[in-house]
């Protein structure tokens, strides 16, 4: 993913290259959206994709380089001229890891990292109780994952020592922000990102003829902590009391210089921020000159709106501190558990007569293999011991109210329910993807998917005496129509049950696309099957195998001929796809966003991958993205941990985002009530007879949506008047 990555930073930021290639074997893109992004790069006509390893690397002519590979795909031997060759290397535990974890106690892998307790289901608990172990220290990891894995054992670490009060912040002298406004504007330049296409220095002479702008300045990364420091020390040298910085999205960083005004004694929203990376160097890098021009205006009409911004104040709100867990599969137990451990009051919903989700269905779980049952019959205890309230059967009817305190109602057979939370963790998982009609499933008897050979498994000796030998077909219901991505539990679990098959003396044989052995020991475990006898033939997407009774045909693109296999089974590897009642249901009762492959939209894919864009409901396990067991509970210890944080206190500061009704205007005609995705204007009689608009604060997101819908302009967000954004139009012509 990351030679990819690059190839197309590099066609970006390098106009004069002709052509990339990538040598590869496997494409292991098995992260949410990562298919979608290895297709935008083939796509890209200089972009070449070529599957084959390189043998060696010569002196070419005109001292260039020259890559020789076989490619593997058109059986031919390959000659490539390179100017440059990039070697994309794995990763490997950090230098003095072993000597760590000798003092620390903890055991290390066969490869060096830190050895999970119990990898088939946690990323984060290490063979020694109270030390915990999360990101590229236990293996190669993804961001997302990192971050899931070190909210996780942030939660564990929190359940190891007596609870303590927030640090206390010193506080800070005030500055008064009233009198003319004294702006300083700080250009970052995001390393190359913006700097590689505009002229910072001209820009930041042009900024600094602005008006009301006592101070300006550049900054290799604004948001690092040298920057930060920069602004609160400009603030009180050059008395400034209004902030425009013009970097990159304010959706990941405003949050940033925000805490470094508060930090200053500056009101938090007296900041401005002007996105010239996203919407500039970025968009335009093949135009520089109108790529200034145009960042030179929106540095422009952000001064004009820091002038007229005034400071607000944040409410603080009561919040309930009860949490409900939606979803009694392995996200939601584990969720649940890591909740009651922090003596959080937690409640456990499930639709099912039986908690567990598809552990009920498996017999053993990779890598180690152990008992499914037995692992579930250990979360059942657990929960039991706890005293968690679970309510099975359970069917939600309704969600109201907003962070802190949720109202939901729900049936039962004992009949209707209702209970409250301040924070709600969804963990209703996903659903197999129906392969009935594919490669004869359905119709063919001996066509099964691996979830009812899972089951056969649970009686080896029976299977034995009536298969001799099985083929998998891989990616049946992922990356293709409907479900772009890769569902990443499926070339594991094949891999698991072929091992399986071979102990008992069955072939096996595995058609595949590319084998993605994500997580703990993904490769020993490929590297074991191969060794045991298990044949692994590619086929390609555009010509899939065909399923003839007990013969399956494939055209081996390797080889150019087709392959006849022998099958008394055909399994087919049937992906993860989202729940699309439940999904349907829980986003229209609490406004969740999904995203292009169905599945719930965390609020951000990298720094975010646990919280939604509705405040206090977070997501987790496969609701969130197709992934295994051990993500999975990553994932729900994270909710947790962010639950937890948010309900801890009793209170929480809201952001004062939020839009205002002048009633003195409204003509209480319901069209803000009609349009707001939230549900935040209600109609509310003012005491003389007439209805009004009333919005709630802490269910507005400031859209604005009613602002501009309302026939007399009684409404307005407060944080984006119409001074403010008639103040950015009209600067925008100048």
Same mark, same amino acid.
């Given at each position: ?331 939601? &137990? ?55 309230? &679970? ?34 963790? @969804? ?16 119709? @063919? ?92 033939? =590619? ?52 406004? #969740? ?36 067991? =051990? ?43 009609? #349009? ?38 009684? &409404?307005? =967000? ?17």
């Amino acid at each position: 993913m990351n030679s990819i990555k690059d190839s197309l930073l590099a066609l970006q930021h390098e106009e004069a290259i002709e052509e990339i290639t990538i040598l590869h074997t496997d494409i292991r893109a098995f992260g949410k959206g990562f298919d979608r992004f290895v297709e935008r790069a083939r796509s890209e006509a200089r972009i070449r994709f070529v599957r084959g390893r390189p043998a060696k690397i010569a002196e070419g002519n005109e001292a260039s380089l020259e890559v020789f590979t076989e490619d593997t795909l058109h059986q031919a031997l390959r000659r490539f001229p390179a100017d440059l060759v990039v070697l994309s290397i794995g990763a490997v535990p950090t230098e003095g890891l072993s000597s760590l974890a000798s003092l620390l106690g903890v055991e290390c892998d066969c490869g060096g990292f830190i050895r999970k307790a119990a990898p088939e289901q946690s990323h984060t608990e290490t063979s020694r109780k109270g030390i915990f172990v999360c990101g590229g220290a236990g293996s190669p990891q993804v961001i997302p994952d990192c971050v899931a894995q070190a909210s996780h054992a942030a939660a564990w670490a929190a359940f190891r020592v007596p609870p303590c009060p927030l640090p206390e912040v010193p506080p800070v002298q005030p500055v008064d922000p009233s009198g003319p406004p004294r702006i300083g504007v700080f250009i970052c330049h995001c390393g190359s990102n913006v700097a590689g296409v505009l002229n910072i220095p001209l820009l930041v002479e042009r900024a600094r003829a602005l008006p009301h702008v006592a101070y300006t300045t550049s900054s290799l990364f604004a948001c690092s902590l040298e920057g930060q420091g920069q602004i609160r020390a400009a603030v009180t040298e050059h008395s400034l009391n209004r902030i425009v910085v013009a970097a990159c999205t304010p959706r990941t960083h405003e949050p940033i210089f925000r805490n470094a005004l508060k930090a200053a004694g500056l009101n938090s929203f007296l900041c401005e921020m002007v996105n010239i990376r996203d919407q500039c160097s970025w968009v335009h890098y093949k135009e520089p000159t109108l790529a200034l021009s145009r960042a030179e205006d929106q540095i422009r009409m952000g001064a004009a709106r820091a002038s007229r911004l005034s400071a607000l104040s944040s409410p603080v709100i009561s919040v309930n501190r009860k949490v409900l867990v939606i979803g009694g599969g392995i996200s939601g &137990i584990e969720a649940a558990l890591a909740l009651a451990r922090l003596k959080v009051p937690v409640t456990l919903l499930e639709k099912e007569a039986r908690p567990g989700g598809q552990l009920n269905s498996l017999s053993s779980i990779y890598p180690d293999g152990v008992e499914s049952a037995s692992l579930l019959r250990e979360k059942l205890e657990n929960l039991k011991k706890a005293e968690i309230k &679970i309510f099975t059967q359970a069917g939600i009817l309704g969600i109201t109210g907003s962070v802190g305190d949720f109202r939901v109602e729900f049936s039962h057979p004992s009949g209707k329910k209702v209970l409250t939370a301040g924070a709600i963790i @969804l963990a209703i998982g996903g659903e197999l993807y129906d392969a009935d009609g594919s490669f004869g499933y359905g119709t @063919l008897p001996n066509v099964v998917t691996q979830l009812e050979l899972e089951r056969r498994l649970q009686d080896p000796q029976s299977l034995s005496r009536e298969v001799k030998s099985v083929t998998f077909i891989q990616c049946v219901g992922s990356r293709g129509a409907g479900n772009p991505g890769c569902s990443r539990f499926c070339c594991p679990t094949t891999v698991k049950q072929a091992i399986g098959l071979r102990s008992i003396g069955i072939n096996a044989t595995v058609l595949y696309r590319d084998m993605r052995m994500v997580g703990h020991k993904g490769e020993e475990f490929f590297r074991k099957a191969r060794e045991m006898g298990v044949l692994f033939v =590619p086929y390609d997407r555009t010509n899939p195998p065909t399923v003839l009774g007990e013969i399956v045909t494939v055209r081996s693109p390797l080889l150019s001929t087709d392959i006849e296999i022998p099958s008394d089974l055909t399994v087919l590897a049937v992906g993860m796809v989202p729940r699309s009642g439940d999904m349907t249901l829980l986003s229209d009762f609490l406004k #969740i966003p999904r995203s292009e492959d169905g599945f719930a939209m965390e609020k951000h894919p990298e720094l975010g991958p646990v919280e939604t864009t509705s405040d206090g409901v977070f997501v987790c396990g496969v609701l969130q993205g197709a992934k295994d067991i =051990p993500d999975s509970t990553a994932q729900a210890g994270a909710a947790a941990a962010k639950a937890f944080s948010l309900v801890r206190q009793g209170t929480i500061t809201m952001e004062p985002l939020f839009c205002t009704v002048d009633e003195t205007r409204c003509l209480g005609c319901g069209r803000c009530v009609e #349009i707001c995705p939230f549900h935040a204007p209600k109609l509310e009689g003012n005491g003389d007879g007439r209805l009004t608009s009333e919005i709630h604060q802490v269910l507005c997101k400031g859209c604005g949506a009613c602002a501009v819908s309302c026939p007399t302009g009684a &409404i307005s =967000p407060n944080h984006f008047t119409d001074d403010q954004i008639f103040s950015m139009i009209e600067t925008a012509w100048r």
